[in-house]
C-alpha cells in the first residue's frame, strides 16, 4: 500500500527511503539537540497556525518552553523517528501508523494540520542539515507516507 505512495511526480521508493532516514539521523542527532530540533518545529507550527495551539491545551500549547509541552515535542519527535526508522519495514511501519492514528482520530486532526507539520518538518530538517544537502524531492513524498498513514 504505502510502497509507491506518490507525490506529484516524487515517489517515495527505495532510494528515497534509504536518503530520508540518513538525513534524519542527522538532523534529529541526539541528547539537548533534539529538544532544540523539536522547538524549532513547534515553533514553525504555531507561527504557521497559531489556532493550533488550541488542540494542545492538555499538554501546555500556549508556552512551548514548558515541561509538560516539551515532553509532549519528545514524544511526537520520538514517535516519527521509529516511523523514519521503520520506511523500508513497510509490514511493521503500518502496524505503528494504524496505533497512531488510532491516537489522533479522537483528537480532531485535519489534513491542514498534518500539512502544517510536514512544512515545519521539513524547515527543521534544512535547517539542521543545509539547503544545499536537504532533498526536498524525497522527503516530501516520505514525510506523505508517514502522516498519510496516522490520517487513516
Not at 500500500?1 to 507525490?7: E, I, P, T, W
Not at 518545529?41 to 492538555?58: C, E, G, L, Y
Not at 498534518?114 to 512544512?119: A, L
Request: a neutral charge; aromatic letters at 10%.
Amino acid at each position: 500500500a504505502a510502497v509507491n505512495y506518490c507525490c506529484a511526480d516524487h515517489v517515495c521508493g527505495p532510494l528515497q527511503r534509504l536518503k530520508v532516514k540518513r538525513q534524519w539521523a542527522e538532523a534529529y542527532g541526539s541528547g539537548n539537540r533534539r529538544e532544540e530540533f523539536g522547538h524549532f518545529i513547534w515553533t514553525n507550527v504555531f507561527q504557521h497556525s497559531p489556532a493550533a495551539r488550541d488542540m494542545f491545551k492538555r499538554v501546555r500549547g500556549d508556552n512551548i518552553f514548558t515541561s509538560a509541552f516539551r515532553a509532549h515535542a519528545t514524544r511526537v519527535l520520538g514517535g516519527l523517528d521509529m516511523c523514519v526508522a521503520l520506511l523500508d519495514e513497510e509490514p511493521v511501519l503500518n502496524t505503528q501508523l494504524s496505533h497512531l492514528a488510532g491516537q489522533h482520530s479522537t483528537r480532531g486532526v485535519e489534513a491542514a494540520h498534518y500539512e502544517t507539520f510536514e512544512h515545519a518538518v521539513m524547515k527543521g530538517i534544512e535547517h539542521e542539515i543545509g539547503s544545499e544537502v536537504f532533498d526536498k524531492d524525497a522527503w516530501k513524498p516520505c514525510l506523505k507516507v508517514i502522516t498519510g498513514g496516522i490520517q487513516g
